[in-house]
């Protein structure tokens, strides 16, 4: 894509984004416990039973901390719609995902979403997009979580003014930076195997974006088959922590940091190394069959006897 001359940054950082609202069920929140891999191996995990049944004395089913995402799926209904901004879809890469958890999410609730430009950058060849957006529990006005996506948008870079690229953030930097690997032994290590039809019953939960399921659309971003949502495995590898760390607590999550190193195809097996420092895991997802990281970043934890 030719570079982008009348793509001007300070109206784009100076766009406001429309509100948006998001409702979703108890089925939402159980189908998408089941679209990264919850009692795919065991159907009564007692771990992760509670996210798709009401067992025991339990009033609702619990939700994932990573559902949190979700909330974000209808907040762009025209893309990255930011004046004069011109990208192809087709070559849009998930880069980072920044959550911040404030409180467990009810079983269903409506909620509404505030989003803004929190950074945007100019790397030549492409242009770097990270989109905050604060979800609201409606009928309390309290704050549920918020999200900072960080989006690669190739092709639609080379719109700086001068010799230096543009770069803005609205936040310090070293929230959502890159982590370095511990060279000791992980504290622990799950492995959970994905299944073929994994991106398609993950798309269910509202990301239909076709790079996931159509081979055709997926040959033309460069793959040789539809592959595996960003989102999807960021799924797999905090439910691994939330097992394996948090004793299947997942109200202990506090924050999560995932990078996407490389994709992953549907059927592959994933393999999540955890290494506890104090109340922060660090973390890194392979896959097995290739032996390539495919995703790293860290979960910071509450204490056992947090009130939230």
């Not at 065991?42 to 004395?57: I, N, Q, S, T």
């Not at 079983?107 to 905050?132: M, P, R, T, W, Y």
């Not at 001068?162 to 953030?169: A, L």
Request: hydrophobic share 35%; aromatic share 10%.
């Amino acid at each position: 894509m030719a570079v982008q001359s009348e793509f001007d940054p300070s109206l784009a950082i100076s766009h406001k984004f429309p509100d948006s609202t998001y409702s979703y069920t108890e089925r939402d929140a159980a189908l998408y416990a089941l679209g990264i891999g919850a009692c795919a191996s065991d159907a009564v995990d007692e771990d992760e039973l509670k996210y798709v049944y009401h067992e025991d004395g339990q009033k609702a089913i619990k939700v994932l901390p990573t559902f949190a995402a979700l909330l974000t799926l209808e907040s762009l209904p025209n893309g990255f719609d930011l004046p004069g901004l011109q990208y192809d879809p087709r070559l849009l890469l998930h880069g980072q995902q920044y959550i911040e958890l404030y409180k467990p999410f009810p079983s269903s609730c409506h909620v509404q979403n505030k989003v803004s430009l929190a950074g945007l950058h100019d790397k030549g060849k492409a242009a770097i997009l990270e989109i905050e957006t604060k979800s609201y529990e409606k009928e309390s006005g309290d704050l549920l979580c918020m999200n900072r996506s960080t989006v690669y948008l190739r092709g639609a870079g080379g719109f700086s003014k001068s010799s230096k690229p543009f770069s803005y953030s609205n936040y310090p930097s070293n929230q959502i930076s890159a982590v370095k690997i511990p060279e000791s032994k992980p504290f622990s290590v799950l492995e959970d195997r994905t299944h073929p039809s994994q991106a398609l019953l993950y798309r269910l939960s509202g990301d239909y974006n076709p790079l996931h399921s159509d081979p055709q659309f997926a040959k033309v971003a460069g793959f040789s088959k539809p592959i595996l949502h960003g989102l999807c495995t960021l799924g797999f590898a905090v439910r691994a922590i939330i097992k394996s760390v948090c004793k299947g607590n997942p109200d202990r999550i506090k924050s999560i940091t995932g990078r996407f190193l490389l994709h992953v195809y549907p059927g592959e097996t994933l393999v999540t190394e955890m290494w506890l420092e104090g109340s922060r895991v660090i973390y890194r997802t392979l896959v097995k069959e290739r032996i390539r990281t495919v995703l790293s970043g860290s979960v910071n934890l509450r204490g056992l006897n947090s009130s939230l």
